[in-house]
């Protein structure tokens, strides 16, 4: 069960890291470069790698990291939000 939702927030979490991502936003101009690599698409790797070692921390039964992985995904999508209605 926690492993279908550590997985379904991380395909929420990429829709919008995506959607900033396509906002050309003037705030992406000041992240370090290493994000910028790769026109952005560095920043989803990472994405993945976090999606991939919360959805494996979960599946050994530990679903504290489910819930540590729900508190970014309301962050992210708290913070996509203010960023897409450009608030920021």
């Known amino acids: 069960m926690f492993v279908a939702l550590t997985f379904l927030l991380g395909i929420g979490n990429f829709a919008v890291?995506?959607?900033?991502l396509n906002s050309e936003h003037p705030l992406l101009g000041q992240v370090p470069?290493?994000?910028q690599m790769l026109g952005g698409r560095f920043s989803l790797l990472v994405e993945f790698a976090m999606l991939l070692g919360a959805m494996l921390m979960v599946s050994e039964g530990s679903a504290g990291w489910a819930w540590f992985?729900?508190?970014?995904?309301?962050?992210?999508?708290?913070?996509?939000w203010l960023i897409l209605s450009g608030r920021v």
Request: without cysteine; glycine residues 10%; proline residues 0%.
């Open 33 to 35: 470069w290493f994000f």
């Open 69 to 80: 992985y729900a508190g970014y995904s309301a962050v992210n999508a708290g913070s996509a």
């Open 17 to 20: 890291h995506r959607a900033v």
